[in-house]
């Protein structure tokens, strides 16, 4: 799903590399390839998907260029995990999760609401256009947010 030792400080340099200065800030047009059945996110939205070649089952996916913004900012995530909207700009992914389980959901949601008017009230001044929240059993990192994703255990 998510490589924990890219999210580490180090681990940011083996992806890409750089001076380990979080002050120091660059715009990223990010596109991965994966196997058409693995959801991709990262800190923008998707700008496209195209079929990788006629002889394999891989697209690439091709997410809008990032603001000005560190290194230690961006997050790839691959998954197979299942994804309700929750509005136009906000996801949630989960391994086992569907609207039919009303009362969790619910709960979920209103939760993600809450912490979407939070930090919309704290960060008035950043837009960022789309927010992922993605639940992931036993993750080490619980609340760990980037630009456009926060992980959740």
């Given amino acids: 799903l998510i490589a924990p030792h890219i999210q580490e400080r180090n681990g940011m340099r083996q992806l ?3 001076w380990d200065k979080p002050q120091l800030k660059a715009t990223f047009n990010i596109s991965i390839k994966h196997p058409r059945y693995i959801s991709v996110l990262s800190n923008m939205p998707t700008r496209s998907q195209k079929h990788y070649d006629s002889y394999s089952d891989s697209l690439r996916t091709y997410f809008h260029v990032t603001p000005p913004m560190s290194i230690f900012q961006i997050a790839i995530v691959m998954t197979e995990y299942q994804s309700i909207r929750i509005n136009e700009n906000i996801t949630l992914w989960c391994e086992y999760c569907s609207k039919e389980q ?13 912490i979407t008017l939070h930090l919309k009230s704290e960060f008035d001044e950043i837009n960022i256009p789309k927010m992922d929240h993605i639940a992931i059993p036993n993750f080490p990192q619980d609340g760990i947010s980037k630009w456009g994703l926060i992980f959740h255990t």
């Fill in 16 to 18: 890409f590399p750089c």
């Fill in 102 to 114: 009303s009362p969790k959901f619910e709960f979920v949601q209103r939760i993600i609401n809450n």
